[in-house]
């Protein structure tokens, strides 16, 4: 009952109930770590007062019992505080032994029940109470009793003192001013007891709670020094990014110059060089919109504009625009879809990054012979446009990574392919801001495929013929910036 009562003015002081077993287990602790000191206390004193008692009193016992009953509860508590210790010392000081439950409650009470006994010894040589109230206050200091524990043992102990009080043959206004002094010290104790309780209390909470920031904090470093890594190692592959096209659009154009001064060498390998600078040059252009984006997106400043239109027809366009570089690479291409026509709230412009994005992925990592499905499809009441590839595949642990920003499979600078890590956490930002969802399955050595998940709702504004005719006309430009880091 006691732990019930207990338990409930925990949950009402806000602990939780695994709070409130690791308070209790605490305050445990404390108390026989507190007692055990308390015990080799009364040792040595109770030793001493023997003696004193042995060598100065001795001689007042036949006189006055009392010294008598002094000299034996001196031995009592020596007795008992050894064999309290002893029983420590049985139970090899497990904290977690269930039979430390009570252990502190059984000495806190000897000591404020032998309090009382001294008090009224006290009474019986000198007309002073003082040891039961030094007993009472100094337990009060010591040990840490939850407030309904202290006003049982000290409710109990002034009634057995009041009891105790009311046989001796003394004057009733003695008593009566004995009775109030013991109330008064009583409640001065119960009173300490609580506040010593609730100090330990907020102590505890205050630890709880810095330790809890202290795991943040840890854990934050961690994110913090990982994210770190990946800036360095995005820095490191981004310089490199760099660098190899300005390369070869410097070493392209000292080639031009050479075939133009010199008019040796082969006046029609001006038209490579000049396909590859304008490779290149995209490949820049791709990789300084990604940075842009990728900024925006970081202060939030990033916007779509959702229109209604037919995601079908888009997806196809964008698809069929495509094939004729795809066929290029001896990679075979497929639409496919459920419906004819599929009107919803989406911005044309994103999804033809995202589509470029993942068929330029698709195109990077699939061998000739090789083969891309896009397919569109609902499920479970979305719009699902699913981008299929017979590539080499990625591994499991990194199917949910490849979506953070600066991941790669390869990461190694002299991998065979190129790119920055950036593209597919901007498709997975951009699918987002259309609130649908990315995910990829994928097989090593199989091939991946992306799925992209989006609501099928629409808006109030529609997408106009002439919207889409814009679109279709500067798509081959988009094409060439989106596909510039595949080579051959
Ligand atoms: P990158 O510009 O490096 O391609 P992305 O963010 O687009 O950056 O892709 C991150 C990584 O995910 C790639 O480096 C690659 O390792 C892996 N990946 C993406 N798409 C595919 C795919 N279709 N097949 C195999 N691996 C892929």
């Known amino acids: 009952m006691l732990r019930s009562i207990k338990q409930l003015y925990y949950n009402n002081s806000g602990f939780t109930d695994e709070e409130y077993h690791e308070f209790e287990e605490t305050r445990k602790k404390l108390n026989i770590q507190r007692c055990v000191i308390i015990c080799e206390f009364l040792i040595i004193l109770n030793i001493v007062l023997v003696l004193f008692d042995r060598f100065y009193y001795f001689s007042f016992r036949k006189a006055n019992p009392a010294y008598t009953y002094l000299f034996y509860s001196h031995i009592t508590v020596m007795v008992l505080a050894v064999l309290w210790l002893l029983i420590m010392y049985l139970i090899n000081c497990n904290i977690k032994n269930p039979k430390y439950t009570f252990m502190y409650l059984l000495l806190a009470s000897i000591v404020v029940y032998w309090g009382v006994f001294m008090g009224l010894n006290g009474l019986n040589i000198s007309g002073q109470i003082t040891a039961y109230i030094i007993c009472a206050l100094s337990l009060s200091l010591v040990v840490y009793l939850c407030p309904i524990e202290g006003l049982i043992l000290y409710s109990t102990s002034l009634m057995i003192f009041i009891i105790g009080l009311c046989l001796f043959p003394i004057e009733k206004k003695i008593i009566y001013s004995h009775i109030i002094n013991a109330i008064i010290a009583i409640l001065c104790s119960y009173i300490a007891s609580c506040i010593n309780y609730s100090a330990l209390k907020s102590d505890f909470i205050s630890k709880k709670i810095i330790l809890e920031k202290q795991k943040e904090l840890e854990a934050n470093n961690v994110k913090l020094r990982e994210y770190e890594k990946l800036r360095t190692d995005f820095f490191a592959n981004i310089s490199h990014e760099l660098r190899t096209p300005l390369n070869i659009i410097y070493s392209s154009q000292q080639m031009m110059e050479n075939i133009l001064l010199e008019k040796k060498q082969n006046v029609g390998n001006i038209n490579n060089y000049l396909k590859m600078m304008k490779q290149n040059s995209f490949r820049l252009i791709k990789l300084v919109n990604n940075l842009i984006d990728m900024t925006k997106i970081d202060a939030t400043i990033y916007e779509i504009k959702p229109l209604n239109c037919d995601i079908v027809s888009l997806v196809e366009n964008i698809t069929m625009s495509t094939a004729e570089y795809i066929e290029s690479k001896g990679i075979s291409l497929t639409f496919d879809t459920e419906f004819e026509e599929k009107v919803i709230s989406c911005d044309p412009e994103k999804i033809e990054r995202i589509i470029l994005n993942l068929l330029s992925n698709s195109?990077?990592?699939?061998?000739?012979?090789?083969?891309?499905?896009?397919?569109?499809?609902?499920?479970?009441?979305?719009?699902?446009?699913?981008?299929?590839?017979?590539?080499?595949?990625?591994?499991?642990?990194?199917?949910?990574?490849?979506?953070?920003?600066?991941?790669?499979?390869?990461?190694?600078?002299?991998?065979?392919?190129?790119?920055?890590?950036?593209?597919?956490?901007?498709?997975?930002?951009?699918?987002?801001?259309?609130?649908?969802?990315?995910?990829?399955?994928?097989?090593?050595?199989?091939?991946?495929?992306?799925?992209?998940?989006?609501?099928?709702?629409?808006?109030?504004?529609?997408?106009?013929?002439?919207?889409?005719?814009?679109?279709?006309?500067?798509?081959?430009?988009?094409?060439?910036?989106?596909?510039?880091?595949?080579?051959?």
């Open 363 to 488: 195109i990077k990592f699939t061998h000739a012979d090789g083969s891309i499905f896009v397919n569109i499809y609902m499920r479970d009441g979305k719009v699902n446009i699913s981008v299929k590839d017979t590539g080499i595949g990625i591994p499991d642990e990194m199917k949910e990574l490849i979506f953070d920003r600066f991941i790669q499979v390869d990461k190694s600078i002299n991998r065979n392919r190129e790119g920055s890590g950036i593209g597919l956490s901007l498709v997975k930002s951009l699918v987002e801001m259309h609130n649908g969802s990315i995910s990829v399955n994928s097989v090593i050595g199989q091939g991946s495929e992306f799925i992209i998940s989006l609501p099928d709702v629409q808006t109030d504004k529609n997408c106009g013929e002439n919207y889409f005719k814009c679109l279709e006309d500067q798509r081959v430009e988009r094409i060439n910036i989106e596909f510039s880091d595949i080579y051959e």
